[in-house]
């Protein structure tokens, strides 16, 4: 019986070490909210399903593509197909490819000044963010309030200087998207990204003096470099990523201020 149970506990052992070994381990950049707050939701499911998930934390929009491109991470879950499209302009070696749509942060503008868009005065300052995906986002939010016309109004791109008539000569300021939350009281209006509101403990849809719709198209989704696409590990990550369970945790958690994409 001694030697019948050394051998089931060796048996035990291997099989343990197998399985230690089986488990893949898949990084992914984020930045804090709601992202890795997601990510931390599903980690243990993964765990279930052999993906030991690493969550690496960024706060600025620069680092995640970066590290992924530069193979430091396995993916990335932070940015916009217009995001990314700004990016890979820049970075034209990028190949990274979209995996799938998990959920929407309605852009919305705050202030500390006023209460009601029509109380923003003549002159006024306007920080928005300052690469290109972002800054045609605000400008095309601030021209569906009449505030603005833009020359081509579909320009997801579009800058300061597509603006055709600026009726109340509003100041646009360019600056970092992180850094916006931190100058609403040296602006007018500025517009900010939901996760950097989240961040600042402001609530979107209560706090913004205006917000996009639920169906805005700039919907939030898994990246990965191209030849890791079919990776299984990324499959399982963007099938936990997309279950009823996540759709009720974001539902319940952020309350409208982020909204699911499936």
């Known amino acids: 019986m001694s030697l019948k149970r050394t051998l089931l506990s060796l048996a035990f052992g291997l099989g343990v070490a197998t399985a230690a070994q089986a488990a893949e381990t898949l990084t992914v950049a984020v930045?804090?909210?709601?992202?890795a707050e997601i990510l931390e939701f599903i980690k243990p499911q993964l765990a279930k399903e052999g993906v030991d998930l690493k969550i690496k934390v960024f706060t600025d929009y620069i680092q995640p593509d970066r590290q992924t491109d530069q193979k430091q991470v396995d993916a990335n879950y932070f940015q916009t197909k217009p995001y990314y499209a700004s990016y890979k302009k820049s970075n034209p070696s990028?190949?990274?490819?979209?995996?799938v749509a998990v959920h929407v942060e309605p852009f919305g503008a705050y202030s500390q000044k006023i209460k009601d868009i029509k109380e923003l005065k003549d002159g006024a300052t306007v920080a928005i963010p300052n690469d290109p995906s972002n800054s045609g986002r605000a400008l095309l939010l601030i021209a569906k309030q009449g505030l603005i016309t833009l020359k081509d109004p579909s320009n997801v791109t579009a800058t300061p200087r597509d603006i055709v008539e600026n009726p109340k000569h509003l100041k646009f300021k360019e600056l970092e998207a992180a850094t916006l939350p931190r100058v609403l009281n040296q602006v007018d209006l500025a517009l900010i990204n939901a996760n950097y509101?989240?961040?600042?403990k402001l609530v979107p849809t209560k706090d913004a003096i205006f917000i996009e719709s639920g169906e805005s198209p700039y919907a939030n989704l898994l990246y990965t470099r191209a030849d890791k696409a079919n990776d299984p590990a990324i499959q399982k990550l963007a099938k936990a990523l997309t279950t009823p369970e996540v759709?009720?945790?974001?539902?319940?958690?952020?309350?409208?201020a982020v909204v699911p994409a499936f």
């Open 31 to 35: 930045n804090p909210v709601p992202h």
């Open 247 to 256: 759709k009720q945790f974001i539902e319940k958690k952020y309350q409208g």
């Open 94 to 99: 990028s190949d990274q490819v979209p995996v």
């Open 197 to 200: 509101a989240l961040e600042a």
